[in-house]
């Protein structure tokens, strides 16, 4: 018998409404955290899974409240406790570490002083033992020279360094249970590989027992024992780790591995259809039946209980569990990618573009020109044909985006020429552009609660190019935005709708009718489908690929996300500092020989698989700034070859396969190394 | 797909406003300055209907006499009848406040959504000026104005709007700063649209409200103004009816004759009140948070 940390019994937490009906946000959740156990719990934004790992530590949000059941630790309901009982437990038993730990980081306060006031409020040690003992958690999560970083305050350092931080704050009581909300969403891909090692490690070397909170599966396999998936305030599958992601007999699990971007396949995943229900919405039935691809009549009506399927030694909460169990192998590959059709028309040429964010000086204004000579963007060379789709993958501060910007007119260009249609220069200043070719370049964001005016609807945003560019009004412009919306599968009745009222994936597909309803040549999409739940990323990008047949549209597609670009791009270029390091046809980019950097990243994706592990070659280090001269990876490379790395700029090589790298290594060097690694 | 969404009927403006008003409605303090304010409302647009007595009657024999079932507020000391004059005080100071607020409304809030749009040095050098504006009491620059243009309404109310805009910009540029940074904005730059239309139909949506509640609570800060103004004898001329000359021509008898002050001393108070909690129900009702935001 295991030893249980904690145990969850029957728990509802939920919220009265206006109309003073009680609405549930969890559904009787029961479930146990046994000692030195690593629970994921994965689930879609508003699955609950955050509520119920904040109730682990006895803490209900304002407005909600517990309905009913306990959360037994030590043989006590912490929901019950008072505040003083709780402080004894927070932090020192059980101890959380947030998402975003920058903030969550005093600014004004130095970082060794904020460890030791966790250790001076969870532990009895004097202040000469607190000063080893600080030493000591900042080399348990791997921080170089902690006494230099105990020194510093948290602006100074990196996302995955203050990441790091949180993680010896947590530690610092030895707490019994570490509960970790969404710990490595807001990091890079390569520092997040480092950030989940660490918890791996941390994990086997305390013993501690850890609840995982994310929506990411990639991460959550990496660092589970066992895996909990939440739907709409239920918990619908509960057991090990491996028999949930290899063998799902959920419908829904089953569904939302399928639409997950991986690495191992070529095109793009399966979509699932509908969204979450809005809590309070489903009276009866299974809350999964709106969407689910088995359901049966008697799913409309009865709700199915929490069954344990004793051979996978997991429980799970559908009637047709058992069809599932059988449909193991079947029909995993799904490729829909449509292949460019190779017109070699040229639509857009970036010619040594360069980009500086430096601030004029006086003279420098006058003179109309900026003086910089390592510019955050430098040297970019991209010729684009019709109809292909271009990604652009990096890091956060790999350029990517401003790259988009200057395209877009919106980001004065330093130096360089952006050609559009073989001979039309584009101007760098937006108002000297001809509207025809601003028509011609549309942008989609990141996140469409930001990209569209929370006060217009549906119509008035849809209407805003039909109106600029082809002066459309009347009847003429009422059918032309319901055409345009019945294009990116939204109805007539979303015309009056505010985009509070859409889901995200709905308020992104009126974006993307936005940008349609130009009749655009080149569309930017940057990081489209970051903000969206998994089984809606893959809608968007379905979406984004069939206009792409209907329209012939170019798309230039900035994305962190390998998985993701890999689905969608005919040709991925990668960026390092605002420098080119790799461009070529998808298919070889992902292949060796690779840029040293696009190694780096490749091994740092987290396919939604335990027994894939992620390969970490290079440190995670930041570099504010490119270097001044030589390779721009040099600062973080694991194949340096020396001096010449560090003084000049590496040429560009092309492999058979038409895949240009920028590397001072040899070709076939490059790709015996990476092969025999 | 099915759609867990309800289907919501498009609004009417009217049905907008209806809805909003009934929001207001449903807390006490707001419904409590709802009646306020609209009791003064009618009374200053149908009160010459019905007055007992003539508000410009002098009677030496009827001087300050208390409040009697003739002279319901009594009498000054003109013999005038307090409860008349009261009813009619409000005229002047509501209409005129009430006009000089949108004054205040329309080039406070066009000038700081403009700052708050093209920003850099013209931002600066505008918002410098605002700033040295802030600094002079308003007071001392009205007693100029008025006494280089006479004490006419069409004097009084670009004056009064002028000087109370000012803190409208800042609401105003502020509201701006914080729909600027949001991508719809970019797209809508991206897309081409000059500055004019951005500003119409991207920002406006989004800042119309917060200056709105800002334009309201400036009104009951302008009646206070106003009449102070005439209470220095700068504001309404005699012999027409005001609550600030009433209570100036009064005060000195207060210690007898109460009445001829407390009367306008009621009237222009509850007006204030009345706006003031209106104003707050009203920012309520848009779901803007005023103690989050300082006024000037």
Known sequence: ?677 | MTLVIKQEKPKSTFSKIVEIISTMASRPSGLIGLIILVFHVTLAITSPLYVPHDYKAIDPSLMLQAPSSEYWFGTDSLGRDVFTRTILGGRTALTVTFFGSLIALLWGGALGIFCGLVGGKIDDVVMRIIDAFLSIPWILAMLLIVSLLGTSTIVLIPALGFFYGKGIVRVARAATHDVIAKDFIVSARARGHGNFSIIWNEILPNVRDAIMVEGAMRWSWMLLGFSSLSFLGFGVSPPTPDWGLMISNARGLMSFAYWAVLAPIFGLSSLIIGINLTADAFAKALGIDRSTKAPV
């Open chain 1, 1 to 677: 018998m295991q030893q249980v940390v904690q145990e969850i019994k029957n728990l509802s937490i939920g919220f009265t409404s206006k109309k003073g009906e009680q609405i549930s946000i969890l559904k009787n959740i029961s479930t146990t955290i046994n000692k030195g156990e690593t629970v994921g719990i994965v689930g879609e934004s508003g699955s609950g899974k955050s509520t119920l790992a904040l109730a682990m530590m006895g803490y209900v949000k304002h407005g909600l409240f517990t309905i009913s059941g306990e959360c037994i630790y030590q043989s006590n309901d912490i929901l019950k406790m008072k505040n003083r009982e709780l402080e004894n437990i927070r932090g020192r038993k059980i101890a959380m570490i947030p998402q975003n730990a920058g903030q969550s980081l005093t600014p004004n306060l130095k970082i060794g002083y904020q460890i030791d006031e966790a250790l001076r409020l969870h532990t009895n040690f004097q202040k000469e033992d607190r000063d080893v003992k600080i030493s000591e958690l900042l080399n348990k999560v791997r921080l170089p020279s902690p006494e230099t970083i105990a020194k510093r305050y948290p602006h100074e350092l990196s996302g995955g360094q203050q990441q790091r931080v949180a993680v010896a704050m947590a530690l610092a009581g030895s707490p019994d249970l570490l509960l970790l909300d969404e710990p490595t969403t807001g990091l890079d891909v390569t520092t997040q590989a480092h950030v989940l090692e660490l918890l791996n490690f941390i994990a086997k070397d305390t013993g501690t027992s850890m609840v995982y909170v994310s929506h990411d599966l990639g991460a959550i396999a990496q660092v589970s024992d066992r895996v909990i998936v939440m739907y709409s305030g239920e918990i619908v599958l509960d057991g090990p780790v491996r028999t949930i992601l290899k063998n799902p007999i959920h419908p829904y699990t089953y569904g939302l591995l399928k639409s997950i971007p991986k690495l191992t396949l070529s095109g793009l995943p399966n979509s699932m259809s509908g969204s979450q229900p809005q809590p309070g919405t489903i009276k009866e039935g299974c809350s999964f039946y709106d969407r689910c691809e088995f359901a049966e009549d008697k799913c409309k009506i009865n709700s199915p209980e929490l069954e344990f399927v004793s051979d996978l030694n997991t429980s799970v909460r559908c009637f047709n569990h058992k069809k599932l169990h059988k449909k193991k192998d079947e029909d995993t590959k799904s490729s829909k990618k449509v292949l460019r059709k190779l017109t070699k028309n040229e639509i857009l040429d970036i010619s040594s573009v360069s980009i500086s964010y430096a601030k004029q000086k006086f003279i420098e204004q006058l003179l109309n020109k900026i003086d910089d000579t390592n510019p955050t963007v430098k040297d970019i060379n991209i010729k684009i044909d019709k109809g292909e789709t271009l990604a652009l993958v990096g890091e956060s501060g790999s350029g990517k985006s401003t790259i988009l910007k200057s395209i877009a007119g919106l980001i004065k260009a330093k130096d360089g020429i952006i050609k559009f249609d073989k001979n039309k220069i584009l101007s760098n200043d937006l108002k000297k552009r001809d509207a025809n070719y601003l028509r011609a370049i549309q942008l989609i964001f990141q996140n469409p609660d930001e990209s569209l005016n929370p006060n217009h609807t549906v119509e008035e945003i849809v209407s805003q190019p039909l109106k600029l560019y082809f002066g459309l009004s009347g009847n003429e412009l009422k059918q032309k935005i319901i055409e345009v919306l019945k294009k990116v599968r939204l109805g007539e009745f979303y015309l009056t709708r505010y985009p509070r009222q859409l889901s995200g994936g709905e308020k992104q597909r009126v974006a993307v009718a936005r940008a349609f309803a130009a009749k655009p040549d080149i569309i930017l999409c940057d990081e489209v489908t970051s903000a969206l739940d998994v089984s809606v990323q893959a809608a968007v990008l379905n979406l984004l690929q069939e206009l792409k047949v209907d329209f012939g549209t170019t798309y230039i597609f900035v994305s962190h996300d390998l998985a993701v670009v890999k689905a969608i791009s005919d040709r991925v270029a990668v960026l390092y500092q605002g420098r080119l390091c790799e461009i070529g046809p998808s298919e070889s980019v992902y292949k060796f020989p690779s840029h040293p950097y696009t190694e780096v990243l490749l091994g740092a994706v987290l396919e939604p698989d335990p027994d894939i592990k992620p390969k970490l070659v290079a440190e995670d280090i930041v570099e504010e700034k490119p270097p001044e001269k030589g390779c721009s990876f040099q600062g973080r490379c694991p194949r340096l070859l020396g001096q010449i790395c560090k003084t000049d700029v590496p040429p560009w090589q092309i492999d058979e396969n038409g895949n240009a790298i920028r590397c001072h290594i040899k070709i076939n060097d490059l790709k015996n190394q990476q092969i025999s690694n």
